[in-house]
């Protein structure tokens, strides 16, 4: 018997889980990952609607039940699933580690009810490792779910649990790119792209909001790749753009963006695009998010404060009141047409690359408690969830772009650049 096969003789039974929201390329992680142990005689379990059914299990008043709750993989259900769009499982924001917030309320029974919940559902159905599919929010679950074991009888059912990152984001620590934020930048930059033909062709501006909650990554690639203006992020309230307690100046980033129109006009260009991410948002003053309702993580629902509708109005009061004229600035938010668009080619490669790192991870390397990372040319490597997780808080940490980087540089580069009199940058070779 070889190596690799002892490390992965007992995963005879696999469950995949998909939770958080959607992401281009999902079907091409699932169908490769499931297709990875059917080729190799094992059975794959994909359960509906992430943590939804498993969280509620009771052996008695709540069983899960085949084609209810869960799919039993067959081949014919994943020929040529990976250019699908959705996802095949579907998912759900569910979050059984609501009530753990530190480690001790891991020895808690009341707060590792639901937690508990989706051991034993596991149990019941002998799965023996358990894929996770999802963000830092679905990390934070899988590694809850790892450290729960540790607490159990030494002679009790252990479920290996190994995660899949995926966000559009991009804010994933532990992998360079993540599924999906490819297309999702290709298929903003193209809606961005028209913006700007439109703003040309009426001599007006559009405020864009992209998602992008805690980082700026999908909001600068949308931006380049589309040509916009301007960009602002959660990296760039710093300066002008930042008031005490690190909040968003709502005044500094309106007169930014006059102080744009303004020099643009002076140049002979009277439209153009600038991308907010939406993220700032969250950074708004108490008295502009207090009340707001928050979801099972905790996250308040930027889609409903619509930033760009607040930002072009009072944009085009300033430039009304600066110059006595008025200007069409319109809004425009972007991101929920891009989280099932049909998937990038690179998004499909890389996806698939993470489906079979999970069979990999565990049937070849024996990995528990790991997270399945893709670096270079599609090189797989496994990132324990201690080099993740933090142990005291049991809270990830966001990959924010770091303000100096090439990355960030070359955005800056792309946009228009004015000085703080709104005259150009030196150095600057064209202007669109």
Not at 245 to 268: K, N, P, Q, T
Request: charged share 25%.
């Amino acid at each position: 018997m070889s190596q690799a096969s002892h490390l992965g003789q007992s995963i005879r039974r696999v469950g995949i889980i998909f939770a958080g929201g959607p992401a281009p390329a999902a079907n091409a992680v699932i169908a490769a990952a499931a297709t990875s142990f059917l080729e190799d005689d094992r059975d794959v379990i994909g359960f509906f609607h992430g943590y939804s059914n498993l969280q509620d299990y009771h052996p008695v008043s709540h069983r899960l039940l085949p084609d209810q709750h869960y799919r039993i993989f067959e081949e014919r259900d994943l020929r040529g699933l990976r250019n699908a769009r959705g996802v095949l499982i579907g998912t759900a924001r569910a979050n059984p580690g609501k009530s753990i917030e530190k480690p001790e309320h891991l020895g808690d029974d009341a707060r590792t009810r639901r937690l508990g919940n989706v051991y034993a559902a596991l149990v019941d159905l002998e799965i023996d490792a358990l894929i996770s599919i999802g963000g830092d929010d679905t990390l934070k679950t899988a590694n809850l779910l790892f450290e729960y074991q540790k607490n159990l009888p030494a002679e009790a059912r252990r479920v290996r649990v190994v995660h899949l990152p995926k966000t559009i984001d991009n804010d994933y620590r532990g992998i360079d790119f993540t599924f999906g934020f490819f297309t999702a930048v290709d298929f903003m930059a193209k809606e961005l792209q028209n913006l700007r033909a439109d703003a040309l062709a009426t001599s007006a501006y559009f405020i864009v909001e992209t998602m992008g909650r805690k980082a700026g990554w999908l909001s600068y690639g949308v931006a380049i790749a589309g040509e916009a203006n301007l960009v602002i992020a959660v990296e760039d309230v710093v300066d002008d753009l930042a008031v005490a307690g690190g909040r968003l100046s709502v005044d500094g980033l309106i007169e930014r963006i006059v102080e744009l129109i303004l020099a643009r006009e002076r140049r002979g260009k009277h439209y153009g695009t600038v991308v907010l991410a939406e993220g700032l948002a969250e950074l708004l003053p108490d008295e502009d998010i207090a009340g707001l309702p928050r979801d099972e993580h905790g996250h308040i629902p930027l889609g409903g404060i619509d930033l760009g509708k607040l930002v072009s109005a009072r944009v085009a009061a300033r430039y009304e009141e600066r110059t006595q004229r008025k200007k069409k600035i319109a809004s425009v938010q972007l991101g929920y047409e891009s989280r099932c668009a049909p998937p990038h080619a690179f998004d499909v490669m890389l996806g698939s690359q993470l489906g079979i790192g999970a069979y990999r991870a565990l049937v070849e390397e024996g990995k528990d408690g790991h997270m399945v990372s893709v670096t270079g040319q599609l090189d797989l490597r496994y990132v324990p969830f201690s080099d993740l997780v933090n142990a005291q808080t049991l809270r990830t940490e966001v990959r924010y772009i770091e303000r100096g980087s090439d990355f960030h540089r070359l955005a800056r580069f792309l946009e228009t650049r004015v000085d703080r009199i709104g005259d150009w940058a030196p150095g600057r070779r064209t202007e669109r």
